[in-house]
């Protein structure tokens, strides 16, 4: 491979760091007779809206218009999945909602003006945790269940057991670009819209239900994201509808782009999640029986959270073979945002589940929570709860032995002993935690990928795939895979802006499967093209096509690299000769299938794996702590291109540690979302960023069946964060003289604080009790 497989750095970085890469907002100033929409947000978690009164905004100066339900001329519906979410409500179901928006000349313009509509509501009773809605009965859909054997008998069979529950807060996505549309309206009922959202041809169908059009009048175009990570997957819709609704009406461009806080408040997070367990277990540690019941906070509709539930169920088991479990899941609903995708997808929450449940065992057994860990990982033969086949179980272990070497654990953890028993006010701790995570949609059909590849009369060429560039590297990856399949150098080819008029009908960038699936898709345009170009070659050097190599854009016969002509040449000569320099191609996951009746089947075309040990240091005064170093090993397959990987595990990990400690979500007694900005949320900086982070990529780990051998990493690495949060717990536990240590997600350092005094107070029972 010439390309593929080289650390390149991101195909964007230098128009990123230069300020010349072009998001959105950055349209405004090439736009003419641009105009800015502004939301009038509900101050109500659950309210009738009554009447809306524009007649203090529609006359002010620089206002062209308002919009109300009346001015849908299709469905007043967003949802992307069921039709739960009226653009314009007659009843608003979280704090914040837009019931109304209001566009002028200017944002400024159109923020006053969105201050002087007046609109009155009757408040009602809001649902507004999971614990309400459970209470209340308040769900999206029946419960969800997956089972094997009879945990019921085991769990009474077994020699120990326990139950207890776990309540997992969500996390705001913090893309550093907020959601952004911008539509232009064109001849013949067209509309251009430019979107920041990872699935161009939703939204696409979006806005055309919501103008009651057909989509092929509709042009959806994403040239990238300030990042999404999950945030844009469906919940991007909203406000290119707005703005498409605002533009067909005016007849001029609008632009809808939130502010930090209206993003915060109006859009979905990670799912908050409840689990309540019942637990049976052998004295060596052996988990003989789970009962697990999930509740998932949707929010008010139910957007995708039925497929984000369904991801958490299957990953309850992590790398640990469950023989008698059952899991019953089920999606509340609350007046609240919607809660949606987030890296990770409810993986996430269910394999915290699983290492909640590993870590109490562990300390009601007294053993090394490593230890148990272990003997509980699938071995070659075994099969997941829902039947798939863990085909390549010895890469957990191969990857758990490998780390635990270049980490140097056992060495740190006999000197963090001795660093414990010097310190009585400082606490240190280490721990290990594997990911194994599903690659594909869960939702089968949406592992399908198209791109259309174009040769120009020079040679060079244009790259169109369904995927959508959001700081991951997708692009880069997608460029390499081009060039190499063509047999041409990187600077031949430009990637172009995902458009749902160049590629239809795709399914979202998600489920880290961008690169298997568009990557597949574009070899496959790449080579119908290098085919046609062959037989050309082959007439003109008089060899056979299967002799020909195109090769850093040179052609010519395998034998005789001294005849060589170039690339353009060869382009030419197929013009003249009348052949397609055009291709698209199509990949679809092979294989995959999954039965929602009976709960089996191969749901994930293969796992990604990986390890982390990560080492914190608490103070016991204040709950403060620190991450002091992490070693992450992690398996892409064959990297496609290493330095963008490494960011995808480093920035994964990062991201998941903020989930796991310093990112809290706080809503207040009226259902407003109180953390709306980087001031009260705590997001990871380079601050949270351990002094050692030694970060590797599993060596010699080709998959076959994906593309150039590459698994996908977009998401996995964020699950290698549960080993913070393991380590924190293990720190707590030092205080303390054994037992179960209950530490919330996420472990702030006021919740690590409650965390000791709760084990301190259990070591002065016990010492009490002995005396
Ligand atoms: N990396 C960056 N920089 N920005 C993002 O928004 N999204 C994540 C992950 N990595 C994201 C990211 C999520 S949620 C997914 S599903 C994958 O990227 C999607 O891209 P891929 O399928 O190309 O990996
Ligand atoms: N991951 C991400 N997005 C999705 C999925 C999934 O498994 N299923 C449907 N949308
Ligand atoms: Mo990622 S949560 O699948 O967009």
Redesign the pocket.
């Known amino acids: 491979m010439k390309v593929v497989g080289k650390a390149l750095s991101h195909e964007s970085a230098t128009l990123h760091v230069t300020g010349q890469a072009t998001y959105v907002e950055d349209l405004a100033t090439r736009t003419a007779r641009l105009a800015f929409a502004w939301p009038v947000q509900s101050p109500h978690a659950h309210a009738r809206v009554l009447s809306v009164d524009f007649s203090q905004a529609r006359d002010l100066p620089g206002v062209f218009g308002c919009l109300a339900a009346a001015d849908v001329p299709g469905e007043n519906d967003v949802g992307p999945v069921r039709h739960d979410e009226p653009l314009f409500p007659e009843e608003v179901s979280f704090h914040g909602q837009p019931v109304a928006w209001v566009v002028a000349s200017s944002s400024e313009l159109a923020r006053l003006a969105a201050e002087r509509v007046v609109v009155r509501y009757e408040p009602l009773p809001a649902i507004q945790s999971i614990a309400a809605a459970v209470a209340a009965d308040s769900f999206h859909a029946p419960a969800e269940r997956l089972r094997r054997g009879d945990p019921e008998q085991a769990l009474a069979a077994a020699a120990q057991r326990f139950e207890g529950e776990l309540f997992i807060n969500g996390q705001e996505h913090f893309y550093l670009e907020t959601q952004a549309a911008l539509a232009v309206p064109e001849e013949g009922g067209g509309l251009f819209v430019h979107s920041s959202t990872?699935h161009p041809t939703e939204t696409q169908e979006v806005v055309a239900r919501v103008l009651g059009v057909a989509k092929h009048l509709v042009t959806v175009q994403c040239l990238r994201m300030g990042g999404?990570?999950?945030g844009k997957?469906t919940q991007a819709n909203t406000w290119a509808a707005v703005a498409a609704l605002a533009s067909v009406k005016l007849g001029r461009p609008v632009m809808v782009r939130l502010t930090r806080a209206q993003d915060m408040s109006m859009t979905g997070k990670r799912h908050p999640f409840l689990g309540r367990f019942r637990v049976g277990f052998s004295v060596e540690g052996q988990l003989q029986a789970l009962l697990l019941e999930l509740f998932s906070d949707g929010g008010y509709s139910l957007d995708l959270s039925a497929p984000v539930l369904g991801r958490a169920m299957f990953h309850i088991d992590n790398c640990y073979l469950l023989p008698n479990v059952e899991v019953v899941g089920r999606v509340c609903r609350t007046h609240a945002v919607s809660h949606t995708?987030?890296?990770?997808?409810g993986g996430p929450q269910g394999m915290l589940m699983i290492e909640e449940v590993l870590d109490r065992i562990a300390r009601q057994l007294e053993l090394a929570p490593e230890v148990v860990r272990e003997r509980n990982f699938y071995r070659p033969g075994d099969t997941t709860h829902y039947g798939q086949p863990v085909r390549d179980a010895e890469r957990i272990t191969r990857i758990w032995s490998e780390i635990k070497v270049s980490s140097d654990f056992e060495r740190r953890r006999a000197a963090i002993e001795s660093f414990n028993e010097a310190h009585p006010h400082d606490k240190r701790a280490l721990a290990i935690t594997p990911v194994k995570f599903g690659i594909s949609f869960t939702t089968t059909f949406f592992n399908q990928a198209g791109a259309l590849d174009i040769i120009y009369k020079d040679g060079s060429v244009q790259v169109n795939h369904g995927g959508t560039e959001m700081g991951q590297g997708l692009h880069t990856k997608m460029l390499q895979v081009a060039a190499d399949s063509l047999g041409l150098p990187l600077s031949a080819l430009r990637i172009m802006a995902t458009r749902t008029d160049k590629v239809p009908n795709t399914s979202?960038t998600?489920?880290?499967a961008g690169s298997d699936l568009n990557g597949a898709a574009i070899k496959a345009a790449c080579e119908t093209l290098k085919e046609r170009l062959c037989e050309v070659a082959a007439r003109y050097f008089h060899a056979p096509a299967a002799d020909i190599v195109i090769d850093t854009g040179r052609v010519f016969p395998v034998e005789k690299p001294e005849l060589g002509i170039g690339f353009s040449d060869i382009v030419q000569q197929a013009y003249l000769e009348r052949v397609p320099l055009f291709a698209t191609g199509y990949y679809k996951t092979p294989k995959i299938h999954f039965n929602r009746e009976t709960g089996q089947g191969e749901p994930f075309h293969y796992f990604a794996y990986g390890a982390a040990v990560s080492e914190v240091e608490i103070d016991g005064f204040t709950g403060q702590y620190r991450l002091l170093r992490a070693d992450l090993l992690h398996d892409v397959g064959d990297s496609l291109s290493p330095l963008v990987d490494r960011g995808q595990v480093e920035g994964g990990f990062i991201q998941g540690v903020g989930w796991l400690t310093t990112e809290e979500l706080v809503w207040n007694e009226s259902g407003a979302f109180v953390t709306r900005g980087p001031s009260t949320y705590k997001l990871p900086t380079l601050g949270e960023c351990p002094p050692v982070f030694n970060v590797a990529l599993l060596q010699k780990a080709a998959e076959p069946g994906v593309v150039y051998g590459s698994k996908a990493v977009?998401?996995p690495p964020l699950m290698l964060a549960i080993s913070v949060r393991e380590a924190l717990r293990a720190a707590v536990a030092a205080f303390g003289a054994g037992g179960v240590v209950e530490l919330a997600s996420p472990a702030t350092p006021e919740a690590v604080f409650w965390a000791i005094e709760r084990v301190r107070s259990a070591r002065k029972a016990r010492s009490r009790a002995a005396e």
């Open positions: 990872q999404a990570f999950g997957e995708a987030f890296r990770g997808f979202a998600a489920a880290s977009g998401e």
